[in-house]
């Protein structure tokens, strides 16, 4: 099996960062109808448009309006192994860039479909993935299970803290629960769930081209199960500097993630970095924790070769 993983590692890697992660360097979302508001005031003030009956009907014709972007790119990764790994390691690979906005599914910076979406609030899918990990390319974890794919999903209840239609920069303070799956060849097992209340800060484009970032910050807490898939050490798999460890729930860390683009008509740049302490994580002290700080960071473009008109 575990040469077999070594082929499809790469494989499953590339599909969750097409569906997950990436698209999450566009950050277009809501520049439509800012764009259209823009227009309607400044025909308004020439006297060639009657104000109110445009806005509204420009407004809906933008909020009904699907809009998709497909393109290819490269991206440099680097990242530790898992959180508290030692050890890190580096891809360059190839990098989808795919878009889909609809009123009510959007594929921009992560897969959302919005359940539920108010002017205060938005009920929304959240998802995020942990790296597949051969163990015996780390330190702490030779001789022991290697780690699949881990993906989550789960509901995401957030409240705009500010008007998002009338300002280019939202901020929102978000509750997602996912569900943990770790995905192996035939099998996906249950590992757990967590929590993760965070405070959202994103600045979109004013229009189609332009720079765009988006920063979060907030904390993790896990179940037992979740923790004990990357932190218990069983006792058939003791050494002499590995002792048997059994972790809690609760605690598993702070968190802050920063990304960054610059759009053209052809092109998307972009850079990110994830960053992740485990200072007062309830596993702190599990032998397979070597480092307390956590890095996933990369940096690309893609370039964008279809789009809707």
Do not use: C
Request: aromatic residues 18%; hydrophobic residues 40%.
């Amino acid at each position: 099996m575990i040469v077999i993983k070594n082929y499809y590692k790469l494989f499953f890697f590339f599909l969750t960062w097409f569906f997950i992660f990436g698209s999450a360097h566009s950050g277009e979302f809501g520049v439509e109808l800012h764009s259209v508001e823009i227009d309607v005031t400044a025909e308004a003030k020439t006297g060639s448009v009657r104000p109110a009956e445009t806005k509204t009907a420009e407004s809906k014709t933008a909020e009904s309006k699907t809009e998709w972007n497909m393109g290819i790119g490269l991206g440099v990764l680097d990242y530790h192994y898992y959180p508290g790994a030692k050890r890190s390691n580096q891809f360059v690979l190839p990098v989808p860039y795919f878009t889909y906005r609809s009123p009510r599914f959007e594929v921009d910076r992560g897969v959302k479909s919005f359940l539920y979406n108010t002017e205060e609030m938005v009920i929304d899918i959240s998802a995020d993935f942990g790296l597949p990990v051969d163990s015996d390319d780390t330190l702490a974890r030779q001789g022991m299970p290697d780690l699949d794919l881990v993906l989550q999903i789960g509901p995401s209840m957030e409240f705009m803290l500010n008007d998002r239609r009338a300002d280019y920069f939202d901020v929102r303070f978000e509750l997602p629960v996912r569900a943990a799956f770790a995905v192996d060849i035939g099998e996906v097992q249950n590992i757990g769930y967590l929590f993760e209340p965070r405070l959202t800060f994103n600045h979109r484009r004013l229009s189609r081209t332009g720079l765009s970032h988006k920063g979060l910050i907030g904390l993790k807490f896990g179940t037992q199960d979740y923790h004990a898939y990357y932190y218990d050490v069983a006792s058939e798999f003791t050494t002499a500097t590995r002792a048997e460890y059994k972790s809690d729930a609760g605690f598993s860390g702070s968190f802050l993630n920063y990304r960054i683009t610059y759009k053209t008509d052809d092109f998307v740049y972009w850079a990110f970095i994830r960053y992740q302490s485990l200072r007062g994580a309830k596993f702190e002290e599990s032998p397979l924790v070597l480092q307390k700080d956590y890095y996933f960071f990369g940096v690309g473009f893609s370039w964008i070769f279809a789009q809707s008109l």
